[in-house]
């Protein structure tokens, strides 16, 4: 079955620092992938999403590319906020979409000032 | 466009009770699919439905029901409620035939004691 392996964390940063957070996955045929982050006391928000290999999701500074060599879609961002502190889940779906997301752990995320 | 409803937001329940959530897709989409969110076991996929019909069920009893409606809205129902019950569930929307891109409702909190 599908997977997904991320760093739990908690990751702690300070304010600008470069941050990178690793995701793995493992899945048959040719999954779409996603980041995801949750703030606290909310729901999940979309941050950025891929859905053929060498493509590149970026939103808000954030970037992940979705590599098939190395079943890796690893998010990166170059300057951290204290406003980017929380929970992020890597996650995946097959074609069609019947199956769900599989998630990661979720890595938490700490960036202080 | 409006994102995703969830209701209620919050509920508090007694062992052995049953209850009923409710979930409101963005306008034209079809596809819903309900996730469990705990700290010990993370978001796990309890089932997708399109078309009023279930398409696949993930890994949970048969106290965990749902239904969608041909307005394309959802409820779910968990009868016979445990303990371990207890968790955010997460409702989310999609376009069937896009890029399977999910978006999720802000949850809603079941505490089961």
């Known amino acids: 079955g599908n997977s997904v392996t991320q760093m739990e964390g908690p990751v702690t940063l300070s304010e600008e620092a470069f941050l990178t957070i690793n995701c793995t996955y493992t899945?048959?045929?040719?999954?779409?992938l996603f980041w995801y982050v949750q703030y606290p006391g909310e729901g999940l928000q979309l941050l950025l999403k891929a859905t053929k290999a060498d493509d590149k999701g970026s939103n808000k500074g954030f970037e992940a590319t979705y590599r098939k060599e190395t079943t890796s879609f690893h998010l990166e961002k170059g300057s951290v906020q204290v406003s980017d502190s929380a929970v992020y889940f890597c996650?995946?779906?097959?074609?069609?979409?019947?199956?769900?997301?599989?998630f990661g752990k979720g890595t938490h995320l700490i960036i202080q000032p | 466009k409006a994102g995703v409803t969830q209701t209620p937001r919050y509920l508090i329940k007694t062992r052995g009770q049953q209850v009923t959530l409710s979930c409101s897709p963005i306008s034209g989409h079809r596809s819903v699919s309900w996730y469990q969110q705990t700290p010990g076991q993370g978001l796990q996929f309890l089932f997708e439905y399109f078309s009023e019909t279930q398409r696949n069920k993930g890994n949970f009893p048969g106290r965990f029901s749902g239904r969608q409606f041909s307005n394309s809205r959802s409820e779910m129902n968990v009868s016979t409620l445990e303990l371990g019950d207890s968790a955010l569930y997460l409702c989310?929307?999609?376009?069937?035939?896009?890029?399977?891109?999910?978006?999720f409702g802000p949850g809603t909190r079941l505490l089961v004691l």
């Open positions: 996650a995946l779906i097959g074609r069609g979409g019947a199956d769900g997301l599989t």
């Open positions: 989310a929307s999609s376009l069937v035939g896009s890029d399977e891109t999910q978006y």
């Open positions: 899945a048959t045929g040719y999954p779409s």
